[in-house]
């Protein structure tokens, strides 16, 4: 059974830092893509970041030069760097992965930037 599960969210001033982790309890977690996902109150779920087997990542415009991706695959461990915050990055960020063709998902960690 495969679990994803995300921590690290709170509560974060603007210009401030957090770093989120999503461990994904899976065989051969190298192989797999790995995804942030955020989705604010009254908004679609949007795609924040990813990164590929091997490390590649991209960035939504929103993101880029202040969110950083990254993964220990000896970890089964993804992370999201993120700086610079703005309230607009308020939401709930949610970590995806496929395999063999079936999505899972994560219950979300809660990221609030407010002064």
């Known amino acids: 059974q495969v679990q994803v599960v995300e921590s690290g969210g709170g509560l974060v001033q603007p210009g401030g830092s957090l770093r989120l982790s999503c461990v994904v309890s899976a065989s051969f977690f190298s192989i797999y893509t790995i995804r942030w996902y955020r989705q604010a109150p009254g908004k679609e779920r949007e795609l924040v970041a990813l990164?590929?087997?091997?490390?590649?990542?991209t960035y939504a415009d929103s993101v880029k030069g202040r969110f950083t991706i990254s993964r220990d695959d000896r970890k089964n461990t993804v992370y999201l760097q993120m700086n610079s915050l703005k309230p607009e990055d308020t939401a709930a960020y949610y970590c995806?992965?496929?395999?063999?063709?079936?999505?899972?998902w994560g219950r979300g960690t809660q990221v609030t930037v407010s002064s």
């Open positions: 995806n992965t496929d395999i063999m063709a079936r999505d899972y």
């Open positions: 990164i590929f087997s091997g490390g590649g990542t």
